[in-house]
């Protein structure tokens, strides 16, 4: 991670999604900026982080959904 927090954004599980997609586009090389957390715990498993392309996003793409009402949060570092 380089510095501070440059995008920070959340979703809401439905316990039925399980791939959301950022509002920003992260660089494949550094992938290994973005933090992911649902229900405030980290997740270093579970969760895949893909480049959607230039017109879509990164795309976060879960295992499993994550469960009704539980608030997922995204960090990406710059």
Avoid: C
């Avoid at 992938?31 to 270093?44: E, H, I, K, N, R």
């Avoid at 499993?64 to 009402?69: D, E, M, Q, R, T």
Wanted: charged share 15%; aromatic share 8%; no cysteine.
């Amino acid at each position: 991670m380089k510095g501070g927090i440059v995008h920070r954004e959340q979703f809401t599980g439905d316990g039925l999604t399980t791939i959301f997609t950022l509002a920003v586009r992260v660089n494949p090389d550094d992938f290994t900026s973005v933090l992911v957390f649902t229900a405030g715990l980290l997740q270093f498993l579970g969760v895949a982080i893909t480049d959607g392309g230039v017109d879509v996003g990164t795309v976060l793409t879960f295992a499993a959904p994550p469960p009704l009402s539980v608030i997922v949060d995204v960090v990406v570092f710059g």
